[in-house]
């Protein structure tokens, strides 16, 4: 069974300083998203992450993604405070493709001014 | 694009009533997930459909929940009878192709008393 593994679960950091979560899974696959929470409302889609060594940036925020060592990063640049938010890991298991993503626990970020 | 619509946003309920759950995902899109949302459990996929037809409802707790997808506009999620441990959000999105991200509905937010 396919287990997600984020950390931190929680993150309180000062606006301008940089930090990256980290996403491990622990079977084989090479098909990881990222999605943001706001409070209180809905998952948008941040990365789409579909090979070995991928790499996606938009704005203060990049995500990469390593297959071998089953891992993948997101990296916050310069945090200010409208990127508070929790942040989710997704992957799919299944090397046909299943589209049946397993997510993480999700890091609450709290950016203070 | 109005996005995945889903309906009610909230809902107040006692044990034992049947409650339902209706979601509209976005023209075009092929495959339809319902997700559930707790803060013990995170993020569990209950079931998904592959143009309007279960592929995998492995993640459905009990037999009192029951899912459909009549057409390609509509599904519902049925608790029958409810119970106060499936108080939750309860998501519903879509998406178009394998390998795309998933397009989340504003959830429906339901407690059971």
């Known amino acids: 069974e396919l287990k997600v593994e984020q950390n931190p679960l929680f993150l309180s950091m000062q606006e301008g300083k940089n930090y990256t979560i980290y996403c491990n899974y622990s079977?084989?696959?090479?098909?990881l998203y990222w999605y943001r929470q706001d409070p209180g409302k809905s998952l948008e889609s941040l990365f789409v992450?579909?090979?070995?060594?991928a790499v996606k940036q938009e704005g203060r925020l990049m995500a990469s993604l390593d297959t071998k060592a089953r891992l993948s990063t997101l990296h916050i640049t310069a945090a200010v405070h409208d990127l508070s938010a929790t942040y989710f890991c997704?992957?799919?298991?299944?090397?046909?493709?299943?589209?049946?993503?397993?997510f993480g626990k999700g890091t609450k970020l709290t950016v203070n001014p | 694009d109005a996005g995945v619509i889903q309906s009610p946003r909230h809902e107040v309920t006692e044990m034992g009533q049947e409650v339902t759950l209706r979601c509209k995902p976005i023209?075009?899109?092929?495959?339809l997930f319902w997700y559930r949302q707790t803060m013990m459990r995170g993020l569990e996929l209950l079931i998904y459909?592959?143009?309007?037809?279960?592929?995998?409802d492995s993640g459905m707790p009990e037999d009192r929940f029951s899912a459909k997808m009549p057409n390609a506009s509509f599904s519902t999620l049925k608790i029958q009878p409810s119970e106060p441990r499936d108080s939750a959000v309860y998501f519903c999105?879509?998406?178009?192709?394998?390998?795309?991200?998933?397009?989340f509905g504003n959830g429906t937010r339901l407690t059971v008393t």
């Open positions: 999105a879509s998406s178009p192709l394998y390998n795309s991200p998933l397009h």
């Open positions: 079977t084989t696959s090479d098909r």
């Open positions: 992450l579909l090979s070995n060594g």
């Open positions: 997704a992957v799919d298991p299944s090397q046909g493709g299943s589209e049946k993503l397993v």
């Open positions: 023209s075009g899109h092929n495959s």
């Open positions: 459909f592959n143009n309007n037809v279960p592929i995998d």
